[in-house]
């Protein structure tokens, strides 16, 4: 038997091109359907309740529930026919997604959503719930350890060499690292990262009331931080 036989015989002659439509492949298909969605509003949740970004987006987060439910209509179209299996490879290869995603932990929560509408598509209920649990419980501990401790960006506009002297010795018991020093005249501006709690500022105010030091400017940074 020739490779062409073979294919001809084993794919296209089978009853993958005349599946029925039965009330038990409905049912299914609304279980997997309606458990995608109630799972993605789980994901929508998490994701308001935990976001620490800049500017909150109703849009990403509304996405998150759509390409979850999107996603699992896919995988249920793919595993039932080998035809639109094979359609959907190449008609999704061809899309380009351009838009920008802001914030790196967003990439986890829409990875987050499109595998969970994979394994609901499949059926794989429990992998979906235990994944969300997994993923909740790294959620609270890593915003717990966040609550430990705010990354500000110091900005200090002073005059004189031993000023700074003095916002060091301020800075003595908070964690803190110098990030840029600028001098115009005789004006020295310094940009300092500082790891402190919000309700721990008697720092800031020994800071200004030195003499020579013209102004102070606390800044909250959203950003990476490498200690």
């Known amino acids: 038997m020739s490779v062409e036989d073979f294919i001809k015989k084993s794919i ?3 009853d993958m091109f005349n ?3 039965t009330a038990e492949t409905i049912i299914s298909m609304i279980i997997s359907l309606v458990f995608s969605l109630l799972m993605g509003a789980i994901i ?3 994701y308001r309740t935990f976001f620490k970004g800049v500017i909150y987006s109703s849009s990403f987060a509304l996405t998150l529930v759509g390409m979850c439910v999107l996603t699992c209509m896919v995988t249920i179209a793919i595993s039932s026919n080998i035809v639109i299996s094979l359609g959907m490879v190449g008609a999704l290869s061809i899309v380009r997604y351009r838009t920008a995603v802001k914030e790196p932990l967003d990439l986890l929560y829409l990875f987050w ?4 509408g994979i394994t609901a598509g499949a059926s794989m209920y429990l992998l979906a719930i235990l994944g969300a649990i997994v993923v909740t419980l790294m959620m609270f501990m890593l915003n717990i ?3 430990q401790g705010n990354i500000y ?3 200090v506009h002073f005059t004189g060499d031993h000023t700074a002297d003095m916002i060091e010795k301020n800075l ?3 964690k803190h690292h110098l990030k840029s020093k600028t001098l115009r005249d005789d004006t020295i501006e310094i940009a300092v990262e500082v790891a402190c709690k919000s309700n721990n500022m008697i720092f800031l105010e020994k800071i200004r009331n030195l003499e020579q030091v013209q102004d102070v400017t606390l800044i909250q940074y959203n950003g990476e931080y490498n200690g």
């Open 44 to 46: 929508y949740r998490i």
């Open 113 to 116: 959503s499109i595998t969970t």
């Open 172 to 174: 003595n018991k908070i």
């Open 145 to 147: 350890k966040q609550k």
């Open 19 to 21: 599946q029925a439509i």
């Open 12 to 14: 296209l002659e089978s």
């Open 153 to 155: 960006v110091m900005i």
